[in-house]
């Protein structure tokens, strides 16, 4: 039992032994990289000390001094000239192999007139001043209808209906009369009597002329002298019936919509815009339709009105484009898929939009000063187009930006930026004193002939015993 017990003593005293040997040669190691860093044999460029010293494993973990993670590797050294030298805080410096390997591309930022190609959908619809709503002057009653159908082609003057009007037979009647008056008197050697025979003559017929009573209706009239029982309603323009809104043996008043005419020729078609997109767009621009339905067929027109308010639901801005539609292929109702091409340029500074990195409200991107050297630029971006965009300060012509590898950049210029803050001289501010120094200053600032507290705590003191030496005489 005893030697067993000198064995256990002799193992734990030499794995004490080599823990602090390790500790001691870790210790040393670490003090040794500062004393070198402290004589100008630091692991910088020049022999120069490093900002601080990172973890190899998590950048975020940095130390002031050499020291080694939890496994025991070493940390990575900062230095001043893995930057951009002279250049803004998180300015950094790559070997530019390695910029290759990391796949880092530049472009130059180009002025240039920018224009854009606008696509959104579009749905067909009447042209609205070529739609026609029928109705009576006059009530009465329909007889027949001879286009009873919609979709039905109508040309101009085609007879839509017939019906029976009292009005209308009382009109007749008066015509009759007034152009029987006109052939007794038209030879009267008194000028008053064949003037007023004649105007009576073209008061009524005026009257049924208002009526919308049709033209060979009124010849047949004046041939036969025979007042007829029913009149003809004729299509006032050339198109498609879309709407009938009656049927044989209906009353009718002028306030009956009979019938609804469009004319096909032209068609309007409604596109939606985005606010940001409004500003590209004018009238005259030209615009392009394609159909589903009709594969291969392009249609072009022209937008010829910018709505002056936005939809409230969908915040999109409508535009009208009118298209040529002879061959009728363009059916109201249809949805296609419009491009505009706009004649607005903007002349600007332009790069590509991969190159700009936005976070939050603010934008920035990285501009190459020199091989393997880059630094940061917060940017005031403007319009966009055709994947670029608009610099409007931050970048000089010329100047060659990163579009691509930004990322990795960016991670290495913040490690940069917050090393140079954590290194960078903090403001002096004085402490307020507390309310014990406080009260000590002002105790030493008091004095009376130049004599401060504890000279007159003296005086006190022997001014009480004079007075006390007094009393007992």
């Known amino acids: 039992m005893r030697n067993i017990g000198m064995m256990i003593a002799v193992l734990i005293a030499g794995l004490a032994g080599g823990y602090y ?12 990289k500062a004393k ?19 973890s190899p494993m998590n950048p975020s973990v940095t130390s002031p001094k050499p020291s080694k993670d939890s496994m025991g590797m070493d940390y990575i050294p900062v230095c001043a000239d893995d930057g951009a030298g002279s250049g803004p805080a998180g300015a950094v410096k790559i070997d530019p192999t ?24 579009g749905r067909i619809t009447y042209d609205e001043t070529k739609l026609v709503t029928l109705h009576p002057k006059v009530e009465g009653w329909v007889d027949q209808l001879f286009v009873d159908k919609t979709g039905e082609t109508v040309k101009l ?56 009573v049709a033209e060979h209706q009124i010849r047949a009239l004046e041939k036969t002298h025979r007042v007829r029982k029913s009149m003809h ?12 809104g009656v049927r044989e043996g209906a009353h009718v008043t002028p306030a009956s919509e009979l019938y609804q005419i469009a004319d096909l020729s032209r068609v309007w078609v409604l596109a939606d815009l985005y606010e940001y997109e409004i500003g590209w767009v004018k009238e005259g621009d030209e615009a392009t339709l394609k159909i589903a339905s009709l594969p291969g067929r392009v249609f072009t027109g022209q937008i010829t009105y910018i709505y002056p308010y936005l939809d409230p639901k969908t915040r ?14 363009l059916k109201p109702d249809m949805f296609g898929d419009v491009t505009i091409t706009p004649h607005i340029l903007k002349p600007g500074l332009y790069v590509p939009r991969e190159a700009v990195l936005i976070t939050g409200k603010k934008a920035h991107l990285f501009v190459q000063t ?34 691509s590898g930004q990322f990795l950049i960016d991670s290495e210029s913040s490690i940069r930026e917050a090393a140079a803050k ?43 015993k004079g007075k006390g030496d007094g009393r007992e005489e």
Not at 36 to 54: F, T
């Open 422 to 464: 954590m290194v960078a001289p903090k403001p002096a501010y004085a402490k307020p004193p507390s309310r014990k120094e406080k009260q000590g200053m002002e105790m030493k600032g008091m004095n009376m002939d130049g004599k401060d507290m504890q000279g007159m705590d003296g005086m006190k003191m022997n001014m009480g």
């Open 370 to 403: 020199a091989p393997g050297r880059f630094e940061p630029r917060t940017v005031k971006t403007g319009a966009r187009s055709g994947g670029l965009i608009e610099i409007l300060s931050g970048v000089h012509k010329g100047e060659l930006v990163v579009r």
């Open 157 to 212: 003057n085609t007879m839509l209906l017939s019906f029976y009007s009292p009005q209308l037979v009382a009109t007749q009647d008066e015509y009759l009369l007034a152009l029987s008056n006109w052939r007794q008197l038209k030879d009267s050697p008194y000028v008053d009597i064949r003037e007023g025979a004649k105007r009576l003559l073209d008061s009524s017929l005026d009257r049924l002329r208002f009526f919308d």
């Open 36 to 54: 070198s860093a402290a004589k100008g044999n630091g692991p910088c460029a020049g022999g120069a000390q490093p900002l601080m010293w990172r």
């Open 21 to 32: 040997f390790s500790g001691m040669q870790h210790e040393g190691s670490v003090s040794a």
């Open 316 to 329: 999109t801005n409508k535009v009208r484009i009118e298209f040529n539609n002879r061959e009728g292929l």
């Open 233 to 244: 309603i004729h299509s006032p323009a050339a198109g498609v019936v879309t709407k009938i």
């Open 98 to 121: 390695v910029t290759q390997e990391m796949g880092v591309r530049v472009s130059k930022a180009e002025r240039k007139n920018l224009s854009r190609a606008i696509t959104t959908v």
